[in-house]
């Protein structure tokens, strides 16, 4: 929609017809009407998303198709790495269990044998402390004995 303009010599603006004028006023309208028909039809396609998806995948399709015929042995091979990499993805997801029952077993193993290192441990410490009880009962008894031979050897 225009807005007015200052008015020129005999009515006229901006070398438009006197805005008087039925017919210049009607074609005006008309005019505008027409205009905002587009922007609405332009604004409801913009706002078709199913629609739009439509035709970016049928002009990425469209690509892919002028891209083959272009290079074949290219698009042959990303097609080839594309189904590699989904090959191994899948190989990857069904073995996943295994993988992971092993690194379990791993870990489980792994503090088994700390335990058991553990366990061998406090047996060598209580061997050395009965050890050394041991030894001290020993040394205890030969200062006693030795003790009473001193005193026997006193006395005679």
Request: no cysteine; aromatic share 2%; hydrophobic share 35%.
């Amino acid at each position: 929609m225009s807005t007015p303009a200052s008015q020129g010599p005999g009515g006229t603006t901006n070398n438009q017809p006197p805005a008087n004028d039925p017919d210049a006023i009607k074609a005006e309208i008309e005019a505008t009407r027409e205009q905002l028909g587009r922007t609405v039809d332009e604004l409801s396609h913009r706002l078709d998303v199913p629609e739009r998806a439509r035709e970016s995948a049928y002009r990425a399709r469209d690509t892919a198709v002028e891209t083959y015929r272009e290079s074949p042995p290219t698009v042959i091979g990303a097609g080839a790495g594309v189904a590699a990499l989904l090959g191994l993805l899948v190989w990857r997801r069904r073995t996943k269990d295994r993988r992971v029952a092993r690194r379990a077993a791993k870990r489980a193993a792994k503090r088994e044998a700390k335990a058991a290192a553990a366990r061998r441990a406090a047996a060598q410490k209580a061997a050395r402390k009965a050890a050394r009880k041991t030894a001290k009962r020993t040394a205890k008894r030969a200062a006693k004995r030795a003790k009473a031979r001193r005193a026997v050897r006193r006395t005679k």
